[in-house]
């Protein structure tokens, strides 16, 4: 499947996903300068006031390398826009955006047809993350451009599909951008995706363990000594179902083996009140992360993701 642009620029097939409260600009910057998508998400730029800020010095420093480097610039960047109603800050952030004509929104709990029309009015893209077909069915309807099909085993708010069963269902009736999220942590995983259908792999967890991300030294070290034995799905901590370490939780006092279910009309992702604040110190992580080894720069996480990738490609020809 042909790329739209700017998705087309890509040097590598990978996006590095919106992590709450982790990402910034030092991870966005380090992300597209080693050739591949860096997000984050709007919420991050705390208070409000902060995205401008965040925006420019983004955007001035990519201009600035790729002036430097015109043989090899750098990836696009993108935001990630939580589009639910619980979202005070949306239409605000959706501005800053605007203004500042960011390349890709990636949105997230809700396709709304105005805020792809904002996107557009620019001439930015809009991935809409789905879990399901119907969804994906409901946000192209709706207007995004492309999908990030979240499978089962995604770090953050996971689905429950097979990426097998999920990648098929999507293109069998959609030939735009699809990026794959879940358990995506190696070169090879990024092929497979491909293999399946997937235009781009949607890595998270492997860069929480990055120099760069904003998380806690004692969370990047957990990332490194965990496995996929160690993820728990629940909707406890913010109502919508979602992967999490099993060590956070035992270390918060509670038994990850017997988590009540929490009220998904009380859904709160983090913009101040102090349900989400109760559980900062429940991690999100995918359950990819058993290929994680060390905490490293993120541009020698991609250089790694690299080397397997081309390593891959010649096994299998």
């Known amino acids: 499947m042909a790329l739209v642009p700017p998705l087309d620029r890509l040097t590598f097939p990978v996006i590095g996903a919106p992590l709450f409260i982790i990402s ?10 080693a050739g591949i998508v860096g997000s984050f998400p709007a919420l991050n730029a705390r208070p409000a006031k902060e995205l401008d800020k965040w925006l420019t010095r983004i955007g001035e420093e990519l201009d600035r390398y790729n002036q430097e480097n015109p043989d090899s610039p750098a990836a696009p960047y993108a935001c990630n826009q939580i589009v639910h109603r619980s979202n005070e800050r949306l239409m605000h952030d959706l501005e800053c955006c605007v203004r500042h004509k960011v390349p890709i929104v990636i949105t997230s709990l809700g396709a709304r047809e105005e805020v792809n029309e904002a ?12 879990i399901n077909d119907r969804f994906a069915h ?5 207007g995004a451009d492309g999908l990030v099909a979240v499978a089962t ?3 953050g708010h996971a689905g429950t599909t097979s990426p ?10 959609f030939d735009g951008p699809v990026a794959l999220s879940g ?19 949607y890595i998270g967890s492997a860069f929480i363990a990055s120099h760069e991300a904003n998380a806690a030294g004692e969370y990047k070290q957990m990332i490194v000594d965990c496995a996929a034995d160690d993820i728990v799905y629940s909707n406890l901590f913010t109502g919508v179902h979602g992967n999490y370490l099993k060590p ?12 009540p279910e929490s009220d998904p009309s009380k859904m709160d992702f983090g913009t101040g009140r102090d ?43």
């Open 24 to 33: 910034n600009p030092d991870l966005v910057i380090a992300q597209c300068k």
């Open 119 to 130: 996107v557009h009015s620019y001439g930015g893209i809009v991935l809409h993350d789905v």
């Open 138 to 142: 409901k946000a192209i309807e709706k």
């Open 153 to 155: 085993g995604a770090g």
């Open 164 to 173: 097998l069963a999920l990648i098929q269902e999507i293109r069998a009736w």
């Open 183 to 201: 358990s995506i942590a190696t070169g090879d995983a990024v092929l497979a995706a491909q293999a399946m259908g997937a235009d781009l792999g």
């Open 248 to 259: 956070s939780i035992k270390n918060a006092g509670l038994d990850p083996d017997d988590l």
């Open 275 to 317: 349900e989400a604040k109760a559980w900062k110190t429940i991690w999100g992580c995918g359950q990819g992360i058993g290929a994680v080894r060390e905490v490293a720069p993120a541009g020698e996480i991609v250089a790694r993701l690299r080397r397997e990738y081309d390593a891959a490609k010649q096994r299998i020809l």
